[in-house]
């Protein structure tokens, strides 16, 4: 079993440092995911919830984007204080906490729940891509911290990957997206 020493720690072996820094990047995923996912939904997700009048309908498309990103710039601005205070380890459990969180009113299909959804999941993402890329460097050593950095920037393109995917027209039917429960 291969062992790493960085400064005074030890690690059992390179697998286990690559589970934290999987762990830790799955926030990451979910950023580019949440980004990814107004582009391939919006005009379905206006259409049902009822946005029809055209003004309106920008008006709340616009509001959806905005809410996320409201809700990131606030977190990761908070989110070297809830570092200092918690630690990144506590920092990163709220990030998945309120990952979980925000599934709740996204399961009361009204515009107002889909908008507080949004900025919960706004508020998530802002934490992880403020917290993560300290965890990473915190846990690697010198040997694999390239790789371990360079995994963020892969997270976020998988999570964009995966949402264009998911949320493309089927081949049976293109005229309508599949919709994700992330919205």
Known sequence: QMCIRD?????KSLGFIMAMVINAGLGSFAFGYSQAVMG?????????LGWTDCSTRRLQQGLLASLHA???LISS???GKIMEKFGKRKAMILSGLLSVVYVIPMLFKSTITIFVGRFITGLAVGLDTTIVP????SVSPIEVAGLSGASIGLFIGAGVLTCLLYTSPSPRDRQKSRMPSSA
Do not use: N, V
Request: no cysteine.
């Open 7 to 11: 400064r005074e720690k030890t690690y």
């Open 40 to 48: 391939g939904i919006s005009d379905l997700l206006a259409e049902q």
């Open 70 to 72: 409201a809700g990131a």
């Open 77 to 79: 601005i908070l989110a």
């Open 134 to 137: 300290p965890y990473i460097r």
